[in-house]
């Protein structure tokens, strides 16, 4: 089975990821962007999906980081922006 990563601080985020994906890959989990380095280190996913904005290292860091040391990485970033009205 495929392997997905998928780096969001707000555990809800990363719960509607599992219940989509669940079934079609085998569901990695992270914190944030220097966690997800770790869990990518550890488990060389075949998917990436990153949100933006985290604390300790967002999203850009991640893939900037990443991007070094696998250049080819599929990486989805996924964020949200609160609407300021």
């Known amino acids: 089975m495929r392997t997905m ?3 969001d601080d707000d555990p809800v985020w990363r719960l509607l990821y599992r219940l989509e994906f669940e079934d079609r890959f085998r569901i ?6 220097q966690e ?4 990518y280190e550890e488990t060389s ?12 290292m967002g999203g850009a860091t991640f893939v ?16 949200a922006v609160p609407n300021e009205a």
């Open 64 to 79: 900037e980081r990443l991007r070094r040391r696998c250049p080819a990485a599929p990486v989805i970033v996924c964020t």
């Open 36 to 39: 997800g380095l770790a869990r």
């Open 28 to 33: 990695i989990e992270a914190a944030d962007g």
């Open 5 to 7: 990563l998928v780096i």
């Open 45 to 56: 996913p075949d998917l990436v999906i990153v949100d933006f904005w985290m604390p300790r």
